[in-house]
Every structure is written in structure tokens, then in C-alpha cells.
Antibody, heavy 122, light 106 residues
Framework: QVQLVQSGSELKKPGASVKVSCKAS????????MNWVRQAPGQGLEWMGW????????TYAQGFTGRFVFSLDTSVSTAYLQISSLKAEDTAVYYC???????????????WGQGTLVTVSS | SYELTQPPSVSVSPGQTASITCSGD??????ACWYQQKPGQSPVLVIY???KRPPGIPERLSGSNSGNTATLTISGTQAMDEADYYC?????????FGGGTKLTVL
């Protein structure tokens, strides 16, 4: 079945970097755009942007430019999220999610990865 | 920028019907979808393209979208339906999430 499996929890100090992985299985990786969504503790879902898995071209949502980088390794069907210069406010669960649909007919996320908790603390 | 507004909480008695709304400017001209998120779990798609259910989602969950409001309706609400629900739409090449609604089954 279609599945997204993310890397495990991370504890980082302020100023450090982290790289979260999202391995896809059960479908052709390059057929669907991969998205990243952040959920801070006790808060709602926040869309970070997506990466075109065919071209490798990323699109970042407002507020997620500069320190956030999306990348791919299509040979292992894996997407990555790297965050640099970590701050305490980056503490959150980060989800990858496969995007389905077409803009004219709506888009939706299915499935989602299990989430990766990134904790930034000194 | 486009915004989607949901009530922070909705309460319902077991067996009754729960309605969760999602409001946005001319939302009915776009497509809405809904996610269910239980504590400690990832969101799960329950409605897409306004009113379609993915495989495995019970028929008692339904969706509609007209005017400025999309609605997720849960008929015969069960304890297992207690969760956070998020609406989502697409506007100007951007994914928008509502703030989420906590459904409590009393």
C-alpha cells in the first residue's frame, strides 16, 4: 500500500541544523508532488510548501524561505526537509504528505507520513 | 491572503449529528477537503473535492460546500469520532488550512 515513512525524532541545540527524511513506497515516487506541513505543539497545521518530484523544483510558502530546504533522492524514493540555524520556535512535528488532485479540481494530501518531532532546546 | 475560519470547538452527544463549518470568501467556488487528526496521530483525509470519501471512510461522514461555507457532517456520531478536524483549500497556488475544530463527543 501507499506509505510514507519518516525519520525519527531529533533533539537539536539552537543554531544547529536538522535533516528530516520521508521515504515513499507503494507508488511511483515521481508521479506525485511531495509536501511538508508543520504542526507546533498544541497548534494547527501549517503548509510549508512542496517539491516537484519530477523536476526537483521546490516551492516555499510564506514564512518558510531562507532556512528551509526541500530536496530529493529519487533513486531511493525519498524526500528531505533540511532546516538550518534552528530556533526554539522551530520545535514542532514535521509531516510529509503526498499531494493528489489538480489545482482546477482541488488538491488534497493523502497519505501523510507519521511525523517527525524536532525539538530545539539548549 | 486567503483565510479559512473554523469554530475552535464543537460538542455533540453520541448518536447525534455534528456539523463542523469552514468559512472563506467564495469558498464554494473552490474545492474543500477535510482531515481528521486524533491525539498523537497524523492527519487522515476524510473528505476531498467537497464531498468525496476516500476508501475506508464511513458513510456517516459527509461534506458539502456552497457560498462561503464548507461543512463536514458526521451523522450518528460515535466516541471514535472525537478528534481535531481541519479543512483545507487551494488558492492562488497556495494550500490553506483552517485553524482546526476540536470535536468532543459528550
Amino acid at each position: 500500500q501507499v506509505q510514507l515513512v519518516q525519520s525519527g525524532s531529533e533533539l537539536k541545540k539552537p543554531g544547529a541544523s536538522v535533516k528530516v527524511s520521508c521515504k515513499a513506497s507503494g507508488y511511483t515516487f515521481t508521479t506525485y508532488t511531495m509536501n511538508w506541513v508543520r504542526q507546533a505543539p498544541g497548534q494547527g497545521l501549517e503548509w510549508m510548501g512542496w517539491i516537484n518530484t519530477n523536476t526537483g523544483n521546490p516551492t516555499y510558502a510564506q514564512g518558510f524561505t531562507g532556512r528551509f530546504v526541500f530536496s530529493l533522492d529519487t533513486s531511493v524514493s525519498t524526500a528531505y526537509l533540511q532546516i538550518s540555524s534552528l530556533k526554539a520556535e522551530d520545535t514542532a512535528v514535521y509531516y510529509c504528505a503526498r499531494m493528489a488532485g489538480l489545482a482546477a479540481a482541488g488538491v488534497w494530501f493523502d497519505p501523510w507520513g507519521q511525523g517527525t518531532l524536532v525539538t530545539v532546546s539548549s | 491572503s486567503y483565510e479559512l475560519t473554523q469554530p475552535p470547538s464543537v460538542s455533540v452527544s453520541p448518536g447525534q449529528t455534528a456539523s463542523i463549518t469552514c468559512s472563506g470568501d467564495k469558498l464554494g467556488d473552490k474545492y474543500a477537503c477535510w482531515y481528521q487528526q486524533k491525539p498523537g496521530q497524523s492527519p487522515v483525509l476524510v473528505i476531498y473535492q467537497d464531498n468525496k470519501r476516500p476508501p475506508g471512510i464511513p458513510e456517516r461522514l459527509s461534506g458539502s460546500n456552497s457560498g462561503n461555507t464548507a461543512t463536514l457532517t458526521i451523522s450518528g456520531t460515535q466516541a471514535m469520532d472525537e478528534a481535531d478536524y481541519y479543512c483545507q483549500a487551494w488558492d492562488s497556488s497556495t494550500v490553506i488550512f483552517g485553524g482546526g475544530t476540536k470535536l468532543t463527543v459528550l
